[in-house]
């Protein structure tokens, strides 16, 4: 979708600012996006002053990441204005859930696509700047040392209050081929830890072979000059033994497993529409930790659903209690509209959200402050990620944790082997630091 005339001759390659908001597919989408500007021969990711197409990868989930992107769109009006030929792309979950109307609504809008089928987009382009172009352009070696690489798009689940399975569609998986291909690339252009990425990734289902997620593990696991691989976001439905096989037995696969469970309480799970129970919940929790050595836990939780007793919300303190998580989300719950959960009261008081919210989060200070604690005195792995001012080099271990290296002691792109000397619940103090790759 668009408008006429779009954008005028220009002599030149266009340049291209990439913006985005909101899920980790979004970032997915914004590396996979460049990647396509450079193969039309466009350059991408410049600096939003020097390009002359800003695209918008926007977010739908939560009204404020809306508003956010409406108030990016008005930053970028004056923008537009201050240069003829300039012009304004959207794509993203906003896109698909808005449609036409958002070309109504934003006069300035030029173009609008669905991020999943970009082709429409791009032949538009390509016939007003065949002429500007030389061909595709090498796309430079990444400063990114971490990157998404998804693997599947949709969701068959329908959770009652969430909006994914209406803006992103059916589950769809990639080819292991074809995925596989991804992530040699982007080591080849020096990413060293790839995050596998799907609404639901543990339902990964090769279309030709049939195969799932851990054989997709096993195959990116073998990618020479990867160190670590991760994946997002497992559904408990589908988190299954040999799962948690290939996450011991695979050498880059990271002891992370991020297994959303929402709330404690059986009912509460059946008004989400969840699928599973609360003791089934806690099985495969079990059965993972048992199987992974040193595994970290991290998980999703809404409070204040519609109807949520005190009760049912004393079922999600428990199981928070007994779990111990690393590291916990914690949600207030907010309508989305169009979805099951829309038809029910919103009647859980903001008041009261915040309250479950802040007792929550209190709790699991303490627990990530122990789990941090009884790292003390042990020997980590961290990825380097940057060095603060202070000279401070900072990455993360296999755990996801965040951990701080002495300083002078490492660049960004090594990997290291340290002490932990301190830890509270958000990082740990690493010293008596060594090379490890
Ligand atoms: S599994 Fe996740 S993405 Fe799918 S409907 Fe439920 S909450 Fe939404």
Same mark, same amino acid.
């Given at each position: ?108 809008? !030029?173009?609008?696509? !669905? ?184 998980? !999703? ?88 001012? !202070? ?47």
């Amino acid at each position: 979708m668009g408008r006429e005339p779009i954008v005028p001759r220009l002599g030149r390659p266009p340049r291209v600012h990439l913006w985005h908001i909101g899920c980790q597919m979004n970032d997915a989408d914004h590396l996979q996006l460049a990647e396509c500007f450079a193969e039309i021969g466009f350059i991408p990711d410049v600096a939003l002053e020097d390009a002359d197409i800003a695209v918008l990868i926007s977010c739908a989930v939560r009204s404020n990441a809306e508003q956010k992107v409406y108030g990016k769109f008005k930053e970028l009006i004056p923008w537009k204005k201050a240069r003829p030929g300039r012009a304004i792309a959207l794509t993203g979950c906003m896109a698909v859930e808005h449609g036409s109307a958002l070309l109504q609504r934003m006069a300035d809008l !030029d173009y609008m696509f !669905d991020v999943r089928e970009p082709e429409g987009f791009f032949a538009r382009l390509q016939s007003l700047h065949g002429g500007d172009v030389d061909g595709p352009v090498t796309m430079p070696a990444s400063d990114r040392l971490l990157a998404y690489v998804p693997v599947m798009g949709g969701c068959n689940e329908m959770c009652t209050y969430c909006i994914v399975p209406f803006v992103r569609g059916r589950e769809s998986s990639r080819s292991t081929a074809e995925i596989v291909g991804d992530v040699r690339r982007l080591v080849d252009r020096g990413v060293r830890e790839i995050t596998l990425l799907g609404q639901n990734v543990n339902s990964y289902r090769d279309p030709q072979t049939n195969t799932g997620l851990p054989e997709l593990l096993a195959a990116v696991d073998a990618v020479p000059g990867l160190w670590r691989l991760r994946f997002l976001t497992s559904h408990p439905r589908n988190a299954v033994p040999q799962l948690f096989e290939a996450m011991r037995d695979l050498p880059t696969v990271c002891e992370q497993l991020h297994l959303p469970v929402q709330a404690g309480d059986d009912e509460l799970l059946r008004r989400m529409r969840r699928v599973y129970s609360v003791a089934e919940y806690r099985e495969k929790i079990a059965v993972a930790r048992a199987t992974v050595p040193d595994l970290a836990l991290t998980t !999703d939780i809404i409070v204040g659903f519609s109807g949520e007793t005190e009760a049912e919300f004393e079922g999600t303190v428990q199981l928070l209690r007994d779990v111990e998580y690393d590291v916990v989300h914690i949600q207030a719950y907010s309508v989305r509209p169009g979805t099951a959960a829309a038809r029910r009261p919103d009647d859980v008081p903001l008041a009261e959200k915040k309250r479950r919210l802040n007792h929550l989060l209190q709790i699991q200070r303490g627990i990530a402050g122990n789990r941090n604690r009884a790292l003390l005195d042990r020997r980590v792995e961290v990825l380097v990620e940057g060095v603060a001012v !202070d000279g401070r080099a900072y990455g993360r271990t296999r755990q996801g944790k965040v951990a701080w290296l002495p300083a002078g002691s490492a660049r960004a792109g090594e990997m290291h082997v340290g002490r932990v000397a301190a830890a509270n619940h958000w990082q740990l103090d690493l010293d008596t630091v060594s090379s490890a790759a």
